[in-house]
């Protein structure tokens, strides 16, 4: 055990390690990882231009005067200190008793500069710290002198700290673990000839650099270096990863000529695109192999990514194993079966009459198929009668088994974790193939930390022949935006289109919203919280019991359209997450078929339904949804030779976070670029956390979006390692990183699903 192993309570004494454990800081190991969030310049003062009421801050500040005087309690007094950022001022308020209070005002003195930390308060409509804590640069007596012009000249590092425990009490704690320390103590995960090339500390050292800087290149240059550790770390874990998979057996499924993929290939209507055919070939190419293929599949939405996986599937059949493809909702895993089934034809129909003679079976497998269905499938799976079997995450249970899975196809990634991956891989007695599917258009380095494990490939064209979307913003409830909503999607089904109408909830009554969803945008400026009706009068909707505007629901507002002239006749349909799968199903089919061409919905709808007569969609209350999220929904519409139009209806103000998304949106329908939008409205751990990678938390210094270089040099590194020697045996010290820091949070991640 090292030192840094030891609870902190052994290190820093009982008082201190219980206030540190409120930060979250139980070892020697999470203190010295407890990096400082910023650095004071004890020579420059802090700006109180930007000191927002309720935030816990330190400051660094000169006195300009006191004030000491008794309150209205006997024996107690107030203490006023007013200090000066050199030109805003600030007061300094302490409540105490008066002898104590004189005693500190003889140490707070007019012209003194040091830090004061405490948590902005508003009195009487001044904003002001009540007991501050506080510490000096300057020294309390002639001896010290010395020691504290050279403090003054050093960068003082500033630590998330609470009231309990401020900001120098961590610095002192932090260094009586560190001090000392010496290089066997602290095992480094990076490699030293990496260090060696990049002129970077080892890791003793750049803790040092960060807890007790001399200048400021110093805490650079250890933040730099940490940064690095986390890429490495990260990225040694996922070439581990991935050498350990492809160091399984897989068996190889060769094209066969002749076969039902090469009939399937002469039945489709259209030709592939050039991607396709390039990403086609690529996996044709790796399925052949004895090893497991693991490949990511990243496109844009309506890039046609369904029929590679098909094409893939296939090919797996032909050489006598099954495939499985997993997607993250019901509606979807229907309707890729619906559309499977119906692509292949008689293709899929073995056994049947009319059944082509290389013919293989789709099977459907959800969660709440009847007992004799499921019955069935599971029978078909087992037996191997079925060649492709689609659903849930309910092929993940138990239960389920293939005669022969040769692979998995997982559609729509970002919903699902790793582990669910693996749960899946371990159905069959050989490591099946992998794709992996998304849509979720993702910078390279985000891929590269998420899916790091995996190969990617992407499809950059959308098939010819598509004739754009055009979105339009409109203000909820406005009566003109209103009508010519209405009428142009009457128009549209008239000319044989259909309607999305997108809603956040499902009842106008009860918290019933569906999907991802913000809760409440952009809170802090007041902007109201959706509220927009969708009638004619465009009166907005009622307020709710609690005097909140309602958000749209999807049985209000198909009743509104009801009964609206301009869709008179028309059936509307219903589609949300309450209905059973029968119910929904009848559901899309009607929607599908065109005889019920207005589909009200939420976002159940979201991720990769197929209709290609769809053409309009109305989102209700926009506001509400991720940018990525308006984007997928927005990929329902113009999928056929239709254009497409999306009129997203908010009550977000310009100049807000909502409204920056919503003008983006409006502006583009290029993924990539509405990505980046939303990562940069995205804190970190929310980037990973949102691909339920499960490894955010080990990320500190490391930013994923802009460290793009330090990302990939890391990557680059690692896998040159682990072709070296999988098991790290000459690395331990980045072994023990590795379980360390990814494997605690993994395990949580599984505690969660
Ligand atoms: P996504 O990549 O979003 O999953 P899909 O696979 O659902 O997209 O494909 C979208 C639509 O484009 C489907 O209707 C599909 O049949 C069609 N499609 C796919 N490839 C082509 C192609 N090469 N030419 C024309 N249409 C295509
Ligand atoms: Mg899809």
Redesign the pocket.
């Known amino acids: 055990m090292t030192a840094l192993s030891t609870p902190l309570s052994r290190l820093v004494g009982d008082r201190t390690a219980k206030a540190l454990a409120k930060l979250g800081l139980e070892t020697g190991w999470d203190l010295v990882r407890h990096y400082p969030r910023r650095y004071s310049d004890p020579s420059r003062l802090t700006d109180f231009g930007d000191l927002p009421l309720g935030d816990h801050v330190t400051v660094n500040a000169r006195i300009v005067r006191t004030s000491l005087r008794p309150t209205r309690k006997p024996r107690t007094s107030m203490l006023d200190v007013t200090v000066t950022d050199g030109q805003g001022e600030l007061t300094l308020r302490f409540f105490g008793a008066h002898g104590y209070l004189a005693s500190s005002e003889r140490r707070l003195y007019a012209g003194r500069v040091g830090l004061f930390t405490g948590t902005v308060e508003n009195f009487g409509g001044k904003r002001m710290l009540k007991n501050p804590g506080f510490e000096f640069f300057d020294a309390e007596d002639e001896e010290d002198r010395a020691a504290a012009l050279e403090r003054m000249s050093r960068p003082t590092p500033i630590y998330a700290a609470t009231a309990a425990l401020p900001t120098w009490r961590i610095r002192g704690a932090v260094q009586t673990v560190l001090e000392p320390l010496d290089e066997s103590d602290v095992p480094d995960p990076v490699p030293a000839e990496i260090l060696e090339r990049d002129g970077l500390p080892t890791l003793r050292e750049a803790l040092r650099l960060v807890h007790a800087p001399r200048t400021e290149e110093d805490w650079q240059l250890g933040r730099r270096r940490l940064r690095y550790e986390e890429a490495f770390v990260l990225q040694t874990a996922l070439a581990v990863r991935r050498a350990e998979a492809e160091a399984e057996a897989a068996t190889a499924r060769e094209a066969r000529e002749g076969g039902i993929r090469d009939a399937f290939t002469a039945r489709l209507p259209f030709t592939l695109t050039e991607g396709q055919q390039e990403v086609v070939a690529e996996i044709s190419r790796e399925l052949a192999r004895p090893w497991p293929m693991q490949r990511l599949l990243q496109g844009e ?2 890039s046609g ?2 029929v590679v996986a098909l094409l893939s599937m296939l090919q797996v059949v032909d050489a006598g194993g099954q495939a499985a493809l997993l997607a993250p909702t019901e509606v ?1 895993a229907a309707q ?1 079966a619906r559309s499977i089934r119906a692509m292949l034809g008689p293709l899929a129909e073995a056994g049947m009459l009319g059944g082509a003679e290389d013919a293989t079976r789709v099977e459907l497998l959800t969660g709440s198929l009847p007992a004799a269905a499921r019955k069935k499938a599971l029978l078909a799976a087992a037996s191997g009668e079925a060649g492709i079997v689609i659903g849930t995450h309910a092929l993940l249970s138990e239960g389920v088994q293939f005669a022969d899975l040769g692979l998995v196809v997982v ?2 990634q970002h919903r699902f974790g790793v582990e669910q991956r693996d749960a899946l891989r371990a159905k069959a007695a050989v490591t099946p193939h992998l794709l992996v ?1 998304t ?1 979720t258009p993702i910078p390279r380095t985000v891929a590269m930390t998420v899916f790091g494990d995996l190969e990617t490939s992407t499809l950059r064209e959308i098939p010819a022949g598509r004739s754009g979307i055009r979105t339009f913003l409109a203000p909820s409830g406005h009566p003109r935006w209103a009508q010519r909503t209405w009428e142009l999607a009457r128009e549209e089904i008239d000319d044989g289109g259909r309607v999305y109408v997108v809603c956040p909830r499902i009842t106008s009554e009860g918290d019933d919203v569906e999907g991802e969803f913000l809760e409440d945008p952009d809170a802090a400026d007041g902007a109201p919280a959706g509220g927009g009706g969708p009638g004619a009068t465009g009166t907005a909707a009622p307020a709710g019991g609690n005097g909140k505007p309602q958000l749209a629901a999807v049985d209000e507002v198909a009743a509104i359209l009801r009964e609206h002239p301009a869709l008179a006749g028309l059936r509307i349909g219903e589609l949300h997450g309450r209905m059973t799968p029968e119910e929904k199903d009848t559901a899309m089919a009607a929607f599908a078929s065109g005889e019920a061409p207005v589909l009200v919905t939420t976002t159940v709808v979201e ?2 339904v ?1 209709v290609p007569e769809a053409s309009v969609m109305v989102i209700m209350d926009a506001d509400r949804f991720g940018i990525s999220q308006l984007h997928q929904l927005r990929g329902r519409i113009g999928r056929g030779s239709r254009a497409g139009t999306c009129i997203a209806w908010t009550t977000a103000k310009e100049h807000t976070p909502a409204m920056t998304r919503l003008r983006a949106f409006e502006a583009t329908t290029d993924g990539f670029e509405l990505a980046q939008v939303d990562l940069e409205q995205r804190r970190e751990g929310d980037i990973l956390g949102a691909a339920q990678s499960g490894r955010g938390s080990s990320l500190r210094l490391l930013r994923v979006l802009t460290d793009t270089k330090v990302i990939e040099q890391a990557r680059w590194d690692a896998r040159k390692i682990v072709d070296r020697d999988r098991t790290l045996a000459a690395y331990p010290a980045l072994g023990q990183a590795i379980t360390e820091q990814l494997d605690p949070e993994r395990a949580e991640f599984l505690d969660r699903t």
């Open positions: 939405v309506g990514k369904t979807l890729h559609d729509e599917m849509a991720v990769g197929d």
